[in-house]
């Protein structure tokens, strides 16, 4: 079996939010909430969920590989017992 063809990584990240900081690289510009006495506030500073996820990066990595190579008789049993334990893991 050749890896190249029957195995692929990917990884995807998502910034959901990133509260405003002056100055840095990549500045963001920040959400500001219009309070009912005419201040501006962040909004990070006003959630609680916001804060919670504010500048959390989540990143998901995926593994793919045929189930159907998994499943057959043919090939490496040892290697296809590894994989399915971190499958099952």
């Keep these: 079996m050749d890896p190249e063809y029957y195995l692929v990584v990917d990884s995807s990240s998502d910034l959901p939010y990133d ?13 500001h909430l219009l309070m ?3 201040d501006l506030r962040e909004l990070s ?17 995926k593994l793919y590989y045929p189930a159907d190579f ?11 017992a590894k994989i399915r334990a971190l499958l099952e893991s």
Aim: proline share 5%.
């Design 19 to 31: 509260f405003y900081r002056p100055g840095e690289e990549e500045e963001r510009l920040p959400i």
């Design 36 to 38: 009912k006495n005419g």
């Design 45 to 61: 500073r006003e959630s609680e969920i916001v804060d919670a996820i504010s500048g959390k990066r989540r990143t998901d990595h």
């Design 70 to 80: 998994l499943e057959s008789d043919s090939g490496c049993q040892e290697s296809k």
